[in-house]
């Protein structure tokens, strides 16, 4: 069995950036601009975009560090982290990517909450970290920033809570997406009895372990995590981004998620998607963003808003997913090995320091 080193505070750390979709794009441009990490690699997914210069895929100038689509090439290069971004985990390379001697951040996801995960693959992946090691984190703005890192903070000043109710805002009528809008999410179609079951299902499992680490933190375990759904139809017949909303059409949708604790809900989240505020019942509905309230002995109510004007919002979204990837790369490098969340980590902030 290997053990890594923690990386020396003499030299910078190297970071290989895995995949350059919207988010990891963003990621890779601020490991370029980070004064304490250097590029050592850059993996893709196809051969369109290897063996060009990494600067190509960011909009920076050239960086020297050329693309690959060959997984054996990054393990060769022994880095601090890889940044995994792809769209879906691939279990076989992220324990080899461990294993081999590197950290892994991830904004994939899965890995928020250790214990509610398949034993075997608990297992499996503790395992390659003990190999290598090394630490995994899984982080992102939401879930993570907004689910875990924020909540945590405001129970800090907490004796006694009642409930943690987070809200998330998603003005959509500027996006330009009608294949996501209304093929995938269901928008503009016809109310139907139920709602989406997949919908709930994603939303259930891609939220729901943040809301289990939370409250393990808080030494209040959950016993159940349970999803439902609402929708709202539009009053009248309104033009968006994607093209047409009828009138009568679904325009609104709410996913809450309810962690219960001791026969009561205590923590809370809604995802609120909507596409025009003209709807056939009154909702609560705010602009982008967040809003979290927290009933307790030292109660809280606080707003947090995206001013980006809404044709703008989807060029800046990403650096909130990915810059605190990248932040956490350093607490992440020299964190014990194994699966690391939210509350194993230190607080950690940005290096905003001169190069």
């Known amino acids: 069995m290997s053990t890594q080193r923690p990386p020396r505070p003499d030299r910078p750390l190297r970071v290989v950036q895995w995949a350059t979709g919207n988010i990891g794009t963003r990621s890779l441009r601020a490991v370029l601009d980070h004064p304490r990490m250097t590029l050592a690699g850059v993996f893709v997914s196809g051969p369109a975009k290897a063996g060009r210069d990494a600067g190509e895929l960011c909009g920076t100038g050239p ?105 998330e805002y998603a003005d959509l009528s500027r996006r330009n997406s009608p294949g996501l809008l209304f093929d995938v999410m269901g928008f503009g179609e016809a109310p139907a009895g139920a709602f989406d079951e997949g919908r709930l299902a994603h939303v259930r499992s891609g939220f729901g372990p943040s809301l289990r680490m939370v409250a393990d933190a808080l030494g209040l375990p959950l016993e159940s995590v349970e999803a439902r759904g609402r929708i709202a139809t539009a009053a009248r017949t309104t033009a968006i981004a994607a093209g047409a909303l009828q009138a009568g059409t679904v325009a609104a949708q709410r996913i809450t998620l309810s962690g219960r604790h001791a026969g009561r809900t205590l923590l809370e989240f809604n995802a609120t998607w909507y596409c025009t505020t003209d709807l056939d019942e009154a909702w609560d509905l705010r602009p982008t963003g967040w809003h979290l309230k927290v009933d307790g002995d030292t109660p809280l109510d606080v707003d947090m808003r995206f001013p980006v004007p809404l044709d703008r919002l989807a060029a800046v979204s990403p650096g909130y997913t990915a810059h605190r990837a990248v932040n956490a790369v350093p607490a992440v490098c020299t964190a014990a090995p194994g699966i690391r969340t939210t509350a194993d980590l230190p607080l950690f902030t940005a290096d905003l320091s001169p190069a």
Do not use: W
């Open 63 to 167: 960086t020297g560090v050329v693309t690959t689509a060959d997984p054996d090439e990054i393990l060769r290069l022994r880095a601090d982290c890889v940044l995994y971004m792809p769209r879906a985990t691939d279990h076989d390379e992220l324990c080899a990517l461990l294993a081999s001697g590197a950290n892994v951040v991830t904004t994939a996801g899965g890995f928020h909450h250790p214990a509610g995960l398949d034993p075997a693959l608990r297992n499996r992946v503790e395992e390659a970290c003990r190999r290598g090691g090394t630490s995994l984190h899984a982080t992102g703005s939401s879930p993570g920033f907004i689910t875990e890192a924020v909540p945590l903070v405001l129970a800090s000043v907490q004796r006694h809570l009642e409930k943690l109710t987070i809200h």
